[in-house]
């Protein structure tokens, strides 16, 4: 059965009219979903119970398994999270003055091996969905007391976001869409190692902000830290 948390607002609107439903109602679906992070249909009170049940019958509402949470003296929460398939993968909570973001990750392992980083020695095991993305963001959340928000996204987790670009920009529209998350742009970052004609795209389909990790101002010292500066060198890096 589809997850409903996979699917952007223009889906929705198709999911429902094939259920013979009207469009509009999708953007109250949508703001459930992504505003309200329901786990179930039958949170959705404004809707009639005869929509809820189509609903019901025809998608699913993915709930995140926490595996392992440690916390560390200065607030910071580190979650393990299994998915459906098992795989496991980590968001972290980073407290800081007013701010209090999230590190989330966008694929399970990462393929670009980086000398410095466990995820990468560990290698690829695949690209996180848009529901997978959405629900640190709900997890993570959820853990919090009554008044504290989410106010900062990074994706800065496992994976490389700009390898999984079509979920990570559905992700980014999502947190970004007043009905759906409603982070202000300038309020999510996507962190790169430099993926260089992805982050020319971004910057045309997004305003979030992009930071780019160097490690390195030299491409002999980049290349051995950070292998993918062999493919996207610090001179056409820079560039983009
Ligand atoms: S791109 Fe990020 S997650 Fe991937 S290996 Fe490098 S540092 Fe690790």
Known sequence: ??????????????????????????????????????????????????????????????????????????????????????????????????????????????????????????GFVRDLKLSEMADQVFVAQSLLSHGQKITNLVLMGMGEPLLNYDEVIKFLNIATHQKGMGFAPKRVTVSTSGIVPMIERLSKETKVNLAVSLNATTDEIRSRLMPINKKYPLKILLDA
């Open 1 to 122: 059965m589809q997850n409903i948390k996979d699917l952007t607002l223009s889906e929705i609107e198709q999911g429902l009219a094939s259920l013979g439903e009207k469009p509009y109602k999708a953007l109250q679906v949508f703001a459930w979903v992504f505003h309200g992070g329901a786990g179930s249909f039958d949170e959705m009170t404004n809707l009639s119970k005869e929509l809820r049940e189509k609903l019901k019958a025809s998608f699913c509402i993915s709930r995140p398994k926490i595996i392992v949470k440690q916390e560390s003296k200065d607030g910071t929460k580190k979650l393990l999270l299994e998915l459906e398939d098992k795989n496991r993968i980590e968001c972290v909570l980073i407290p800081e003055g007013n701010r209090l973001t999230l590190c989330v990750s966008s694929q399970a392992g990462c393929p670009l091996d980086c000398a410095f980083c466990v995820t990468g020695s560990g």
